[in-house]
């Protein structure tokens, strides 16, 4: 699905989610919001993965930001976001076998990033227009690292997801995908 056609069907469930889908609606038309040469804001994608239990899901330890994190990654020019989740997915973490929920968002978030270095070079502050997709994988199918993005992938229960995050912002949202279990 189109992330525009995604976006206008999506239905927010709190006033974050309400405020931050009209901001993207609002910028969703623009000529390069896929593409991080936008150095203001750019669409993003991440997966919530979970096991077919619902009592585990898949942490990344992330190298820029020091914190376990979901999966995700930049549109690129890519306009089926769950495309994406399940690219970063594969990429970061190695598994072969999804299965998305559903094929719609779960959840979306503006998110800020803080300035960063990534593979020598500058990155300043921007927003990541966030859509997140629910994936369900086997939790007893092999994981590895993607050593260039984390340096450890494991599955913890969906608190622990909350608790062993770093960063405030990532903690609430991670909070909020829960309720979704």
């Not at 690219?87 to 999804?98: C, H, Q, S, Y």
């Not at 959840?107 to 997140?132: K, M």
Request: net charge negative.
């Amino acid at each position: 699905m189109d992330y525009r056609e995604a976006l206008r069907c999506y239905r927010p469930t709190c006033e974050q989610e309400t405020v931050d889908r009209e901001l993207m609606l609002s910028v969703c038309d623009r000529e390069d919001i896929l593409l991080r040469s936008n150095l203001f804001m750019h669409f993003t994608s991440s997966a919530w993965v979970v096991n077919p239990a619902r009592d585990r899901v898949l942490m990344c330890w992330h190298n820029i930001y020091r914190s376990w994190s979901w999966t995700g990654g930049h549109a690129d020019g890519e306009t089926d976001l769950l495309a994406v989740a399940l690219r970063e997915v594969r990429e970061e973490t190695g598994l072969a076998r999804l299965l998305p929920v559903r094929e719609s968002p779960v959840s979306l978030e503006t998110i800020g990033v803080q300035p960063h270095f990534r593979r020598g070079r500058f990155v300043p502050a921007h927003l990541h227009l966030n859509l997140t997709y629910l994936i369900e994988a086997d939790d007893s199918e092999p994981v590895r690292a993607k050593p260039d993005e984390n340096s450890g992938v494991r599955w913890m229960a969906p608190d622990e997801a909350v608790s062993t995050s770093r960063e405030d912002c990532m903690r609430v949202v991670y909070a909020k995908l829960n309720l979704l279990l």
